[in-house]
Structure formats: structure tokens, C-alpha cells
């Protein structure tokens, strides 16, 4: 890299944070400088040049900035550091370090350092004197918080590298020098555990990056059975304020099958994150009993943080999911929530008065969108190793209205669409995520169909579409009870809502803040709804419609008890015991049945 | 506030709208405040020589020669325990009659708490409205808005909630307040004898709108002082949020920024998250919850300024007149409190999340069975119990007028399912209905 004068510039004016300078010599787009602010020097982003003016975002509070401040140009672009440690970190949007920041309030100005320099990792080799790397191959690996960290060629070196030496196996910084490579013109190239890269460029150091085919279990029912989402997927969750997008999201956090998880806070409640500040550091990681935390690392930028550095926000969250990918770990990374990213997209382009899209969003906001999902993915890395991020976003709707440029510009993005309904959460039916109207694109990919063939039963897929067509069904008589009254319909449409109802309270609803109910593996998922599917054929006689409320209780009641109770524990199978007894209280005798056939 | 000598005095104005002015001028800070002829404004937009200020007390006539004087600092207040008792306008002066505050001088609308300090908010402040306490609890360190119609009786029920809450300072930051609903907010805090522990930030309808937009910062600097200087527990009201944000369209509105939604300025999500995100339970034990009120147009909430605040805050409270009792009552349905998770069955007692979950469902059966019946159908004999358990559900216990504690409102909740169903059309988890269901055991 060349060495260049780097540029230095006066403020010319101030609008909110949105800060014109004068520039003395080449400024970049998207490079980074700081604003002088009575000795405090102030983070900000070029967004846009004109002439020798070059207009930059501050990503703090812009009180107190004058006229004439100086302000100095570094030449890069926005990046993260990257290396061992970065594993339960709490960052602000920038990735600077919150837990070393000082005193209660944020001050501004006061950038940490994202990594601890001074602890020493117990490095091993990996790679050998003489071996051909290219960028994101691994040279060696340290252990963070039991996992593998691997130690790799930067990606930011282009080319192919001759590995001149490695060091021996042994503790280092993550600063000190630990494989030395060699160029094709054969300069030397130190290697430590530390690298930078800019957050708004994707890492693609992997071989290739198919169609994603393996099932992520959540333990959320509504969406592994219903809607099922992949390692390396991508789908969002969108609803009106108080539908439970963060309770849903943060149950999805604790209990999805990843090595890894990224959480972009991303101008929502402070509360929300000190919530999982508060609890992952107590929880346990259902698969290996290892503490949340250990597997986790937050980006907090929650909403009276500074706005610019929100957009920032999910681009570090990204970049961190994308190096962790490289080393062949499942990553699952959320945000929450994106409507707030693309706000502050809004604010910006306002302020630079550029002409609006849609609801004042500037008009490149669907490829803004859309270019940011594509960088979650299945990839096979150049050693023949998997990695995935899967990408959850949620998404506020102006008014719950999901006809916004938000939501509409997400779904040609995303292949998993998680609609949280008003109705479901008024009456208190969580997650309330509608049945009918949400949709996984990945349930149609035969990749997919194979794995759940192959992995949960034969007939799966085929129970799956049943069910899906039996919520239709029961929603479809409820509101012919609706219009007809309920002695203006037979029997039947009463027995065809209630076997709905019954899919919906076992199936569909789950307690998120029970011990046993929140969290369902993919085989007691597979037994429920075997169970519920079994009632559901089951014919009922009934004399009157006034029988049928009550006795289809009495059937959830028991049902509900079983998700209640640990899986084929003596409880559980009391339930299932009395749920057995209930139907055949009114179960149509097999004989019946086929002489009502015969005399039809 | 007065001048300092040596201050330079600008006395040429080189433009005038109805909320700002603008003129030429050097080593102006960003969000200074000046003063234009004595009426305190603050600079909105610095371009290169032109400054642009917003004049808070409105334009109307301000003369191009009028002398505008930069203070060098952005607005400030003085805290100090004597806040205590007294009544400020929206700029920090005593409007009460009595002597200026000593104390400490602050900046305003000062920097945010670092979000791995703040405490998980986990004490529940009771206000024995049973549509708060039992369906929607309230914790110490939460925000959440009263969502009202401007014909609901929203004001008495802040000034209720405000006096029965268990705070250690209660501080009230009203928005264009119609001076009747000033002096009602005065004489019930004077009858309650609470004076000594409120303090009042007042813009009257008769103060020009514009003022409005200090009245929440100037609020939550004093919280934050009584919350960390003392480690108080701080109940900061703030009536009406609507009025905030109308006043922030207008600024936004002469300075030809662009507006999006409801023609709101692009920046009213930041702009009351600000705000709001200053509610926070402190590690030293000192918390600001606040307690807000946002007007709406015909219960719309899609309207930008609900919307965005929902989106903020930690759930919201909706009043309705039940016509069944002819009282007003906490929407059990639309209501929320987000935070109650932390303290339901946690700090009170175990039964307290099934009893709440249980009778909202048993009243959502309660609305479709009225529907039917509007709609001329024969109601089951299961609607007939659940209409009867809703109405005496709203009297008992959604009922404004309701002052009980938290476990006789469970109490009640189990005496009416008894009266009304049987166990499995409750559907509470067994090891509960064997403890609390009413009568004998079965």
C-alpha cells in the first residue's frame, strides 16, 4: 500500500449532522475523517462530494461544532477489526468497545478499542513452510471461548501468497506477527491474528456458495414445522408495534441451532438489549451448557444513540458474521429492526436534499435492501468447509401497514416471510405469526425436501402442506359460522374450526417464557404433530353445536398440558393418557363409519 | 438571562420567517442558544457567514435591525434540590412567583446512558388501577404513553397514576396544557399535599408553540439530576406528546425540509426516541420512568406520531368508556406493557401471568359473542357466561375508580372464573388451579 498525504479540510456548515467541509486535496466516498470539536475529535462518513466540498455524516452530536473546525481525512473506509476476542463483546454501531468506555453516560468522541491487545492466545499452526494460501485460508487457530478460532490470511490480500514460515505452537499476542507469507514477487508479508476490513464491502473469500438445503432448527414450531428456515437462509419478521417481533426474535437467539450469534440492535429500546446484556450472560446454550454470552456478540445502537452510525450498525454486524463464516462456523445474525436502518437512510438523503422515493426513502433503497441480504448465504469455503449466515431481520411498518417501501422492498429480498398479525397478538395467540399468510420459500426447493425427507420422515413435507391446508379450511368455516350463525351451518363447520383451533393452540402457539414450552426439538415436533394430525382424522359425533366448544377444550386443554411437560416424562404421558380417553368419549366407531359410507 | 459586556451585538437580520431568522455571523457553535431581541432561540443551520436560529417565542415583530447576542453555549438549566415545589416555563424561570433556583447550571438534552450500564428494570410500581397494575404492570425505568382520544379523561388519570406511584420525585413537563388543566395539575397536587415532591415544566397553550420543544429536555435534566446526583426514583409526566411533535413539524416545516409521513419531519423517530430513551433504572438504584400522554385523531394509530411513539416506547395504554358499566376503563386488549414480564410472578404472586393471560382471552370470547349478538344470532350457552364474566371483570377490576392491591385484583380474577367456568375452559396450568381455584377441590 502506497503511502499518500492524508487531507485535511474546514467546516463550511452545519445542518443537524450533516456537515460540509472544504476539502484541500482528493477526498473519497464513504471515506472516513474526524471533526475537530474543541479538542474532541469526532467520527464521520463522506457521503457525498461536490467540487472540493465534501459532505460528510458525523456519527455524533454535532452540538457545539463550528464554523472553520478543523477536520482530518484517513484515507480508508469505514472498517471493523478483526481477530480473536471479539466473541461476547458488547459495540456500539462503530464497533467500539462499550464495556470500556467510562462513566454511566456516552461521551462523545470516546472510541474504544473493539479488541484486547494485551490477552494472550494459546496459538496452534495450522498451515506449513511452503504451503500456497490465497485470502481466507487458514494459517493457524486459537481457542475463544472453547470454539476454534481460526487464524486466516487477511482478506484483503489479493493473489496467491507462499507461506514462508509459521510460528511454533505457543502463546501470543493478538498483535505479534504469527506466519510471515511471501508475494509473487516474493516480499515478505507479515501475518498477526488482526485484520481490518471495510464494512460496506462483502467478504467473499469461499469457494462457492450453492442453494441452502440444511433445516436450522429454531424450536419455534410455527416456523421449523410450518415455515421452515436453512443454514444460510434469509427471511424477516414484520408486524405493528407490540405484535412481539423482539420477544420472537430474542427466542429465536436463545434456542436456533448456531455456533454463533450476531445480534444488530439497531435503533430499538435501550431495554431491549440490556435484556439480553442481563440474561445471556446467565442462560445456558441448550446444546453445549456453555453460557449464551460465550457464543454471542451484540452491536448495541439502540434509538437515541447517534442515527448515522445506525445505517453503520448492521454493516459491523455483517462484516463480523462474514469473518466468523470464513472459519466454517453457523452464524446466525439479527437484526433488529431494519425499518430503523432505512430511517436513517431517510434522514440523510432529506438532508441532502435529494429527490425522495416512496414515503420520503430514497429511491435506491430496494437495491440498498436487497444488496444487504445477499451477503447472508451457504457457502463452501476453499478447504471444503461449510459456513453459513442465516439472516433474520425484522421490519416496523409504518402503521402496520405492510404495503410500505420497507416491507415491500424486502420481501423481493428475503425468502422467509414471518407476517406477525395484529388479530393473533390482541388475542394473545404468540408467537403471532400468521399461519396462512406467512411463507418459507425454502419448503419448495427439492434441496430442502430431500434433507426433511431423509432427516425427520418420509411423508413430512406432505403433512406439512396437510396442515397448512387444514388451518385454510378451519378459518374458512369460522367465517361461514360468522355470516350464517352458528345454528345456520351443520355440525361440521363447527367440528372443521374447532380441529383448526386445535392445530393453532398445539401447533402454532407456543409460551416463550415457559421452561419446557419454549424451546420444541424437531422430533417432539414431529410427535405433536403426528398427534394433532391423528385427531384431526379422527370423525366425532356431536348432537348439538352447543357440544362441540366445550369438548374440543377439553382436547386443547390436554394438549397444551403435554407441551407443558418434558417430553415422554411420566406427566407427559399421564396427558396423553387422558387425551386418549377424551376421544374416544366421542370418536365415531369404526363400524359407523363405514355403514354412513355405505349408505351414502 | 442576561448579557455578558463583552459579547458582539449583530444587529443586521438578512432574513425573517414566522419561526426563524437568519442572519451573518462568525464562531457560532452548532445549537447555540442567542437571544433576538431578548426572545431566546437557538442556531438550527450554520451555512458558511449565514446563520440560521429558530426564535422560541415566535417572530412577530422582530425588525431586521433587531440586536441578536450568541450565548457560546446551548441551553441550560440550574438544578438543585430547590426544583423541588415549583413551577418553571418551558426556558427554566419560575412562573410561580418565587426567587430563581441556585444551583448547579446543565446543558439540555445531554448525551445518552451507555447501554451496558443501564440496570434491567425490575421494580414494579404499583398504581392500584388494576387495568395498569394487574393486565399492563408498570416498571420502575420503563416509558410507555397513554394513547387517548383529546375528549378522554387522560389528565386525571396521569394525575392519579402520579400521585398513588410510589416515586421519590414526580416531575410533570406539560405541552400545550390549557391553563384549566394547569391549574387542575396544580390544585390536586396542592390538595394530595404532594407539592414538595413535584416539579412542574409548564408551556400553557397562551406560550408560543415553539417553546414546546425544551419542555421534555428541560424535564428530563432535572430527573437525570434528581436520578443520579440522588439516586431517586423519578416519575417524570409528560402531557401531550402530540403537541411536541406538531411543534417539531413546524420548524421542520419553515426550514422546507422535505416531510414524510403526515407531513412529520423524516427525523420524528429520533427525535422522540431522544426523548424517551432517557427513561432508564440507573446501577446506583436512581430510575426515570416516564409516563407519557399522545393525543390522537379518532383512535387513529397509524398516524405517524402514535406510530412512531409505539415503536419507541415500552408498550402503551388505551382508556375506553365501557358502555356496559358506564365507567371508564384500561382497554385490556389493545393495551400493553412491555416490561411486565420482569415483574409479573416474579415480585408478585405466582398465579399473576395466567390469571392476566386467562381473563383477556376469556374477554377476547366475551367481544365475539357480543358480535354475534349484534349481528341477531342465538348465543350458546358459554357466551352467555363469558359476556356476563367480561361485564363484571370491567366493573370489578378494569374500572379507573378500582384502587386495590395486586393480589386482591388476582383474588377477584379467580373468584369470577369460579363463577363463571369450569377449569378447563380457563386453561391454566394444572399446579395452579389446585392452589387458587375458588371453592371446593375436585
Known amino acids: ?600 | 438571562m442576561e448579557t455578558k459586556a463583552f459579547q458582539k451585538i449583530y444587529t443586521k437580520i438578512t432574513q425573517i420567517t414566522k419561526a426563524t431568522c437568519s442572519l451573518n455571523a462568525e464562531g457560532v457553535g452548532y445549537e447555540e442558544l442567542a437571544s433576538v431581541n431578548g426572545r431566546l432561540a437557538q442556531v438550527v443551520k450554520i451555512q458558511g457567514e449565514n446563520v440560521t436560529l429558530q426564535v422560541f417565542g415566535g417572530t412577530e415583530d422582530i425588525p431586521t435591525n433587531a440586536e441578536v447576542v450568541f450565548f457560546g453555549r446551548p441551553p441550560t438549566i440550574k438544578v438543585g434540590e430547590d426544583l423541588a415545589g415549583r413551577f418553571f416555563n418551558a426556558f427554566g424561570e419560575p412562573i410561580d412567583g418565587g426567587p430563581e433556583v441556585e444551583g448547579e447550571e446543565r446543558e439540555i438534552g445531554g448525551p445518552s446512558v451507555n447501554p451496558v450500564r443501564r440496570m434491567q428494570p425490575s421494580e414494579l410500581i404499583a398504581t392500584g388501577i388494576a387495568g395498569i397494575d394487574l393486565n399492563n404492570t408498570l416498571v420502575s425505568g420503563q416509558k410507555i404513553p397513554f394513547f387517548a382520544d383529546p375528549d378522554q379523561p387522560y389528565n386525571q388519570v396521569m394525575a392519579m397514576v402520579a400521585l398513588r406511584a410510589k416515586a421519590d420525585k414526580i416531575i410533570l413537563g406539560g405541552m400545550g396544557l390549557t391553563n384549566d388543566d394547569y391549574l387542575y395539575y396544580k390544585n390536586v397536587f396542592d390538595n394530595a399535599g404532594a407539592l414538595d415532591r413535584i416539579v412542574s415544566f409548564v408551556n400553557t397553550t397562551e406560550d408560543p408553540p415553539v417553546e414546546r420543544l425544551l419542555v421534555p429536555d428541560m424535564a428530563l435534566t432535572a430527573a437525570e439530576y434528581f436520578a443520579v446526583d440522588k439516586n431517586e426514583s423519578v416519575l417524570v409526566l409528560l402531557t401531550d406528546m402530540t403537541l411536541f411533535a406538531d411543534a417539531l413539524s413546524i420548524v421542520s416545516n419553515r426550514m422546507d425540509q422535505i416531510p414524510s409521513k403526515d407531513s412529520m419531519p423524516g427525523s420524528l423517530y429520533s427525535d422522540l426516541a431522544k426523548i424517551y430513551e432517557k427513561a432508564v433504572q440507573f446501577p446506583e438504584g436512581g430510575s426515570i420512568t416516564i409516563v407519557a400522554v399522545t393525543t390522537l385523531s379518532g383512535g387513529d394509530i397509524t398516524h405517524a406520531i402514535p406510530d412512531n411513539t409505539g415503536y419507541i416506547t415500552e408498550g402503551q395504554l388505551f382508556l375506553r368508556r365501557d358502555t356496559d358499566i358506564g365507567k371508564v376503563i384500561v382497554d385490556p386488549f389493545r393495551s400493553l406493557s412491555r416490561l411486565k414480564q420482569l415483574v409479573i410472578g416474579k415480585k408478585t404472586r405466582e398465579d399473576h401471568p395466567q390469571v392476566m393471560n386467562a381473563a383477556v382471552r376469556l374477554n377476547a370470547d366475551a367481544v365475539n359473542a357480543r358480535t354475534k349478538l349484534e349481528n341477531g344470532f342465538d348465543l350458546t350457552d358459554y357466551d352467555e357466561r363469558t359476556l356476563g364474566f367480561a361485564k363484571e371483570y370491567s366493573r370489578e377490576l378494569l374500572a379507573i375508580d378500582v384502587n386495590i392491591d395486586v393480589d386482591a385484583m388476582l383474588d377477584t380474577g379467580w373468584k369470577l372464573f369460579g363463577k363463571y367456568f369450569e377449569k378447563a375452559e380457563v386453561g391454566i396450568k394444572e399446579d395452579m388451579t389446585k392452589k387458587y381455584w375458588p371453592g371446593k377441590d375436585d
Open chain 1, 1 to 600: 500500500m502506497k503511502e499518500k498525504k492524508l487531507t485535511k479540510g474546514k467546516v463550511r456548515s452545519i445542518i443537524a449532522n450533516l456537515v460540509v467541509v472544504e476539502a484541500d486535496g482528493p477526498v473519497s466516498q464513504n471515506e472516513i475523517c474526524y471533526v475537530d470539536k474543541d479538542g474532541v475529535k469526532l467520527m464521520a462518513e463522506v457521503i457525498k462530494v461536490n467540487g472540493t466540498q465534501a459532505f460528510i455524516q458525523v456519527f455524533e452530536s454535532t452540538r457545539g461544532i463550528r464554523i472553520g473546525s478543523d477536520v482530518e481525512f484517513t484515507g480508508s473506509m469505514l472498517e471493523v477489526t478483526l481477530g480473536p476476542g471479539v466473541l461476547s463483546k458488547n459495540y456500539d454501531g462503530l464497533q467500539h468497545d462499550l464495556n470500556k468506555m467510562e462513566g454511566v453516560f456516552l461521551k462523545s468522541g470516546d472510541y474504544t478499542e473493539p479488541l484486547d491487545l494485551e490477552k494472550e492466545w494459546e496459538f496452534e499452526p495450522v498451515a506449513k513452510k511452503g504451503d500456497t494460501v490465497v485470502a481466507g485460508d487458514w494459517l493457524g487457530q486459537v481457542e475463544e471461548n472453547t470454539m476454534p478460532h481460526r487464524i486466516m490470511v487477511p482478506f484483503k490480500f489479493k493473489g496467491t501468497y507462499k507461506v514462508k514460515s509459521v510460528v511454533k505452537k505457543g502463546t501470543y499476542k493478538a498483535k505479534d506477527t504469527i506466519a510471515v507469507l511471501l508475494d509473487d514477487k516474493d516480499k515478505e508479508v507479515p501475518v498477526t491474528m488482526v485484520q481490518k476490513w471495510p464494512v460496506k464491502i462483502a467478504i467473499t473469500s469461499f469457494k462457492n456458495k450453492p442453494r441452502p438445503f440444511k433445516l436450522m432448527e429454531t424450536g419455534i414450531r410455527t416456523i421449523d414445522t410450518l415455515n421452515p428456515i436453512v443454514e444460510g437462509g434469509t427471511g424477516f419478521i414484520p408486524g405493528p408495534f407490540g405484535s412481539g417481533k423482539t420477544v420472537l426474535q430474542h427466542a429465536i437467539s436463545k434456542e436456533a441451532e448456531a455456533d454463533i450469534v450476531v445480534i444488530a440492535a439497531c435503533g430499538e429500546r435501550a431495554n431491549e438489549v440490556v435484556e439480553i446484556f442481563t440474561e445471556f450472560p446467565e442462560l445456558e446454550d441448550p446444546r453445549t451448557g456453555r453460557k449464551l454470552m460465550e457464543r454471542t456478540t451484540i452491536i448495541a445502537n439502540t434509538s437515541n444513540m447517534p442515527v448515522a452510525a445506525r445505517e453503520a450498525s448492521v454493516y459491523t454486524a455483517m462484516t463480523i458474521a462474514e469473518y466468523y463464516r470464513a472459519m466454517g462456523l453457523k452464524i446466525l445474525l439479527l437484526a433488529d429492526s431494519t425499518s430503523r436502518w432505512a430511517q436513517a437512510l431517510r434522514e440523510m438523503s432529506n438532508r441532502m436534499e435529494e429527490l425522495p422515493g416512496p414515503d420520503a426513502f430514497p429511491m435506491d433503497l430496494p437495491a440498498i435492501i436487497s444488496n444487504f441480504y445477499s451477503r447472508a448465504g451457504f457457502v463452501y469455503l476453499n478447504n471444503g468447509k461449510t459456513g453459513s449466515i442465516t439472516f433474520i431481520g425484522t421490519v416496523s411498518p409504518a402503521g402496520g401497514n405492510l404495503k410500505e417501501p420497507v416491507t415491500e422492498s424486502t420481501k423481493k429480498a428475503a425468502r422467509c416471510f414471518y407476517a406477525l398479525s395484529q388479530n393473533r397478538a390482541d388475542s394473545k395467540r404468540y408467537p403471532a405469526i400468521d399461519p396462512i399468510d406467512s411463507y418459507s420459500k425454502y419448503i419448495e426447493y427439492p434441496e430442502l425436501q430431500d434433507y426433511l425427507k431423509k432427516h425427520i420422515s418420509e411423508d413430512w413435507v406432505e403433512k406439512v402442506m396437510e396442515i397448512k391446508n387444514h388451518l385454510i379450511k378451519g378459518k374458512e368455516a369460522y367465517e361461514q359460522i360468522n355470516i350464517l350463525g352458528d345454528d345456520g351451518v351443520p355440525i361440521d363447520y363447527h367440528i372443521t374450526f374447532w380441529k383448526g383451533e386445535v392445530i393453532d393452540f398445539v401447533i402454532l402457539q407456543q409460551d416463550a417464557f415457559d421452561e419446557v414450552d419454549r424451546s420444541s426439538p424437531i422430533k417432539r415436533q414431529k410427535y405433536m404433530l403426528d398427534k394433532v394430525l391423528e385427531v384431526y382424522h379422527t370423525e366425532f359425533s356431536f348432537d348439538s353445536f352447543e357440544d362441540v366448544n366445550p369438548y374440543f377444550k377439553k382436547v386443547i386443554n390436554e394438549f397444551k398440558q403435554m407441551n407443558f411437560s418434558d417430553f415422554e416424562s411420566d406427566n407427559f404421558k399421564k396427558h396423553e393418557k387422558e387425551l386418549k380417553k377424551i376421544i374416544k368419549e366421542r370418536k365415531v366407531k369404526e363400524e359407523e363409519v363405514a355403514e354412513q359410507e355405505e349408505s351414502n
